[in-house]
T-cell receptor, first 110, second 119 residues
């Protein structure tokens, strides 16, 4: 069946460091892929999405490219800020449901 | 998110009592979902709805029921709350169902969550 696997956290970085959070997926067909972000005490918010192979989603300095050949959708940011501290979820829209990774907590230190 | 309102945001109750959580949307989206979020389990789907009076079970539906009598409201009921149902509950909506390829209208929009503690 469909599934999403993302790297476990927490990930701790200093401000202005480069961020990568790995996400790989298993799916039949051609799913849409998403990154959601959850700030403390809040619901998940869509960060970016990609709907087909080779699409690059981007928002707020974050990027992820839909790689069908490696079944990956890694999240990257060139220079993180303290305000980026949150939990990040990779997700896919499968045949009949949404699938979420377990979440990766990011801590950014000043 | 202003398009989705969950109530109550926090509730403490005792084992065996009934509890109803409400999700209200102003986006006129057809699809609505209830998830629970627990440490170590991520997000798990409880029930979902694909239209008024049309609902179906998710992966952890035991002990929960839902109702949707209007497009904008989706109610989650715990008939007799247990301590294992202590969790944060999230409502979500989408314009189209999962698997619909194309415009990305199958994006999920989440509410702020309802924290339930069952003593």
């Amino acid at each position: 069946g469909d599934s999403v696997t993302q790297m476990e956290g927490p990930v701790t970085l200093s401000e202005e460091a480069f961020l990568t959070i790995n996400c790989t997926y298993t799916a039949t067909g051609y799913p849409s892929l998403f990154w959601y972000v959850q700030y403390p005490g809040e619901g998940l918010q869509l960060l970016l999405k990609a709907t087909k192979a080779d699409d690059k989603g981007s928002n707020k300095g974050f990027e992820a490219t839909y790689r069908k050949e490696t079944t990956s959708f890694h999240l990257e940011k060139g220079s993180v800020q303290v305000s980026d501290s949150a939990v990040y979820f990779c997700a896919l829209s499968g045949f009949n449901k949404f699938y979420f990774g377990s979440g990766t907590k990011l801590n950014v230190k000043p | 998110d202003a398009g989705i309102t969950q109530s109550p945001r926090h509730k403490v109750t005792e084992t065996g009592t009934p509890v109803t959580l409400r999700c209200h949307q102003t986006e006129n989206h057809r699809y609505m979902y209830w998830y629970r979020q627990d440490p170590g389990h991520g997000l798990r789907l409880i029930h979902y709805s694909y239209g008024v009076k049309d609902t179906d079970k998710g992966e952890v539906s035991d002990g929960y029921s839902v109702s949707r009598s209007k497009t904008e409201d989706f109610l989650l009921t715990l008939e007799s709350a247990t301590s294992s149902q202590t969790s944060v509950y999230f409502c979500a909506i989408s314009e189209s169902p999962p698997g619909r390829v194309g415009s990305g209208a199958n994006v999920l929009t989440f509410g702020a969550g309802s924290r339930l503690t069952v003593l």
